[in-house]
């Protein structure tokens, strides 16, 4: 419909075209480049020591709790830096959140999940934790 509204077509198209100027003093949001790693103490939680994980130490395999958006090569890299040993192979499992019974009024809570890692050496190498 050529002959009516075509003022108002014209009015939006040129309020789309018009940019608001940046005012000098408010930020500007900032991309994070998505292969920036992280730093070793941002990947690594804790070591996972459990009595199946003590058993794997004696096969060179080493557990550690890594953060939920932590990558292979991610831990690679701060296993290195850590600890000073490169890893041969890593291994990934996410244990998802449980829910655990409570001896109070409450009744129920929940367990939060957590993602490990299996940590591969080569047969020379080997971490030490302080206890």
């Known amino acids: 419909m050529a002959l009516f509204g075509g003022k108002k077509d014209r009015e939006k198209n040129k309020a789309a075209e018009t940019v608001k100027p940046v005012r000098p003093g408010k930020p500007t949001a900032k991309k994070i480049a998505p292969n920036v790693s992280r730093v070793a103490p941002d990947v690594l939680v804790r ?78 190498d080997r971490i030490e934790f302080s206890s």
């Not at 994980?53 to 830096?81: D, L, M, P, R, S």
């Open 47 to 124: 070591p996972h020591v459990t009595e199946k994980a003590a058993h794997a130490t004696a096969q060179n395999i080493y557990t550690f709790e890594v953060t939920k958006a932590a990558t292979k090569g991610e831990i690679a890299a701060a296993v290195q830096a850590v600890y000073k040993v490169t890893p041969v192979k890593i291994g990934l499992a996410k244990v998802p959140a449980s829910r655990i019974r409570l001896k109070t009024r409450r009744g129920f809570g929940t367990r939060s999940g957590m993602k490990k890692a299996y940590v591969y050496l080569k047969k020379g």
